[in-house]
Each structure stands twice: as structure tokens, then as C-alpha cells.
């Protein structure tokens, strides 16, 4: 399993209504925690299997896109 996806939405992260926040972490984190919970099983009765997730810099470091980024870099920080 290779996990690589996200995305953002909204404007400054003080604004956001937690609506966006939950897409957000739904798209960029929850994501990779499902697709892992939906294989695991089969590999573990494989007794094979490799997964890797793929996160962005911007889990390391302030997102560029100002407060939007917020959710963001705060999702790919708990995907590291």
C-alpha cells in the first residue's frame, strides 16, 4: 500500500468553520489510517506486505499558504 494523498481547503485557519478543519484531516490523515485498517488484514494473513506513507515538508515546517495551511501541515505532521 502506498498512502499518498491530500489537499486543503478553506481560508485563514482562525476563520474556519471545524467543518473544514474535519475535511481536511479527513482527506490528509484519516485517509491513510483507513486504507491501512482496510489491507492490514490480508497482509498479516499473506504474512506479507509493505506500507508506505508519503507526507510533505509542509509536516515539517509552516505551511507557505499562510493560516490556510494551517490543517494542512498540521495533518501531514501527524502523518510523520
Known amino acids: 500500500l502506498i498512502n499518498n494523498v491530500g489537499g486543503r ?3 485563514p485557519a482562525l476563520d474556519a468553520p471545524m467543518a473544514e478543519w474535519q475535511a481536511t484531516y479527513g482527506l490528509s490523515l ?3 489510517v483507513l486504507w491501512m485498517q482496510a489491507v492490514t488484514p490480508a497482509m498479516i494473513a499473506g504474512k506479507y506486505g509493505r506500507i508506505v ?3 510533505s515538508n509542509a509536516g515539517c515546517y509552516r505551511s507557505n499558504t499562510g493560516s490556510s495551511g494551517l490543517s494542512y501541515s498540521s495533518a501531514k505532521g501527524a502523518v510523520l
Open 53 to 55: 506513507n508519503i507526507a
Open 9 to 11: 481547503r478553506g481560508g
Open 30 to 32: 484519516f485517509s491513510h
